[in-house]
């Protein structure tokens, strides 16, 4: 199951989070006077973003962020996740980042209509953290749930995930830079017929991961030192008109080997958009900014 709606959110004051920082190791701190540049910079690659999906048919809704409160609301993948008429909302790891879904329930009303819904919230005073479809990697064409455990997937609140929506957890470890990899879909993401992973940052239960992936039937691409630095994980595919779409970073596009570019393209067109600015600060790239919409699919 694969879907042609996304769901985007226009920032309003993204900045270098503190907050998010204490374990996303690739975010850069910068200056303090280059902070109304970020911002500028950052919308420009937003709406540029949102125009070139809706130039390769892939209907957009944007929800527009109004205030300082919240500087990685553009990352709204992490904060609620849809299925057919579900909707997920999670737990997150930082306190501004916890202010997201009540801030943009009024706008996510309109695009998704929450009196047909089946609202799982996980919210929790516990200090449970499962974040959206950062923490998960979610195969929906079989029915398979991937996560990186950490301080953003808890391994309780994953295998609660998975049972709910009756899915096939595969937990594993994997760490980089002396830290625990904070997303899971920085390390890898799943297509329909293929699979990027930087599994050599894996540290526990690389086999099944690699294992469930072949089973599954996916082509295994595995990226170079170089390529998983560039975010190349960090990407989503898309239904297009006539063929899936891969979307992907600039930068990321740019790093990947001429062999794993011919991999993709066998199956996908691929869409290359630049978010350097976003992801030298946010420590997140295009994937992060997507928030699949499945509301109204079915699966067939």
């Known amino acids: 199951m694969i879907t042609n709606k996304v769901i985007l959110v226009r920032p309003y004051a993204f900045k270098y989070n503190k907050e998010t920082a204490i374990d996303n190791v690739y975010q850069e701190r910068p200056r303090e006077s280059a902070e109304d540049e ?166 526990e239960n690389r086999d099944g991961v690699l294992n469930s992936l072949r089973e599954s039937g996916k082509e295994i691409i595995s990226l170079s030192e170089d390529e998983f630095n560039n975010f190349a994980a960090n990407s989503i595919e898309l239904k297009g008109e006539d063929k899936n779409i891969l979307v992907i970073s600039k930068s990321a596009f740019d790093a990947l080997s001429d062999d794993h570019k011919k991999i993709i393209e066998k199956y996908d067109d691929i869409l290359p958009i630049c978010v350097d600015t976003i992801a030298k600060y946010g420590g997140g790239s295009i994937r992060c900014m997507i928030a699949e919409n499945f509301f109204d699919l079915r699966k067939d």
Do not use: W
């Open 38 to 203: 970020i911002k500028e910079r950052a919308l420009e690659e937003f709406d540029q973003a949102v125009r070139l999906l809706g130039e390769n048919k892939i209907h957009v809704d944007v929800i527009e962020d109004f205030d300082e409160s919240t500087p990685d609301s553009i990352f709204p993948n992490n904060v609620f996740v849809t299925f057919p008429g579900k909707v997920f909302v999670s737990e997150m790891y930082t306190e501004n980042r916890n202010k997201e879904y009540e801030k943009i329930l009024t706008q996510l009303k309109k695009i998704i209509d929450y009196d047909k819904a089946d609202l799982i919230d996980f919210r929790n005073d516990e200090g449970k953290v499962l974040e959206g479809t950062g923490a998960l990697v979610i195969d929906r064409c079989k029915d398979i749930c991937y996560g990186c455990l950490s301080k953003r997937c808890d391994e309780d609140e994953f295998l609660k995930f998975a049972k709910v929506f009756n899915l096939k957890p595969v937990a594993f470890r994997a760490r980089d830079k002396g830290k625990d990899i904070y997303h899971t879909n920085v390390l890898m993401m799943v297509a329909e017929k293929f699979a990027i992973i930087a599994d050599s940052l894996i540290t």
